[in-house]
């Protein structure tokens, strides 16, 4: 098991986790429909972020950026998606969805450097 320490970019992928879930908060607080009484993305995302944050792995930003793919992904084939975020469901929706997107490209972006020179670093590769 090999421990990765905190760089800018594992801590731009839990920051971007968290931003993801209050946008999904704030989708939810304007008055989207979820399938469930709490948002399953927003659960899912925090628990990303905990996870990321607490994990010492140097694969642990990954997953991180795994479900900010993941839920801009959903984000593109949802039919509400585009349409949330041009504002025809409102204003506030529409900022929900965008501080969503904002928060999961920068946990996939991030992630991804993060994880990369996690595996460079242990690889002696500078």
């Known amino acids: 098991m090999s421990t990765a320490g905190w760089t800018l970019p594992r801590v731009a992928t839990v920051g971007g986790l968290v931003v993801g879930a209050a946008g999904i908060a704030t989708l939810w607080a304007a008055g989207v429909a979820f399938p469930f009484a709490v948002p399953p993305g927003m659960i899912i995302l925090l628990a990303g972020a905990i996870f990321v944050t607490l994990a010492r792995w140097r694969w642990a930003p990954g997953l991180g950026a795994g479900l900010g793919l993941f839920v801009t992904v959903g984000f593109l084939i949802s ?18 969805q965008a501080v969503q997107l904002v928060g999961v490209i920068t946990a996939f972006l991030a ?16």
């Open 111 to 126: 992630g991804v450097v993060a994880t990369a020179a996690a595996y460079r670093k242990h690889a002696g590769v500078h």
């Open 79 to 96: 039919p509400s998606g585009l349409s949330n975020l041009s504002g025809d469901a409102g204003t506030p929706i529409a900022v929900g």
